[in-house]
């Protein structure tokens, strides 16, 4: 089983607070309650992330583009694709051996997660909840 975020993906330079903040002048002070609020909800499958986003933060944030857009400029900064551990992964694949994604992420992102710039890398992902699991 692998995680995602320090394993699959290298670690982060910035959070995404930080780079909406730099690139698009945000307040911190903006962006940060999406986060200790809403964004719990969009974890466990309580709230969806993108209606969220819509109803409640792209206008206050400026954001000229769809919410679906934010999440794509979003998750570019999130992290790169940690290529050795790709290539060890399609190695043990080739060999047999079955490869999970296991991780704690939204819905989206996991979907984003799903395909990591390679093309399908895991047999199965699981995705854990605060209050159970779901798989792909």
């Known amino acids: 089983m692998f995680d995602a975020d320090g394993v699959i ?38 709230a969806d992330l993108k209606e969220v986003l819509n109803n409640k933060y792209l206008n206050k944030w400026g954001w000229r583009g769809s919410a679906e857009e934010l999440l794509v400029y979003w ?8 290529k050795p551990v790709l290539d060890l992964i399609k190695e043990l694949r080739e060999k047999g051996v079955r490869c999970f994604l296991a991780a704690d992420q939204e819905k989206y992102r996991a979907d ?17 909840l605060q209050y159970g699991c779901w798989e792909k």
Do not use: M
């Open 112 to 128: 984003h997660l799903e395909n990591p710039g390679t093309g399908k890398v895991f047999g199965w992902s699981f995705y854990l």
């Open 9 to 46: 993906l290298l670690p982060r330079k910035k959070y995404f607070s930080d780079i909406i903040a730099e690139d698009y002048g945000v307040p911190l002070e903006q962006v940060l309650p999406l986060f200790k609020n809403e964004f719990k909800d969009c974890l466990i499958g309580k």
């Open 75 to 82: 998750w570019r900064g999130e992290g790169q694709i940690n």
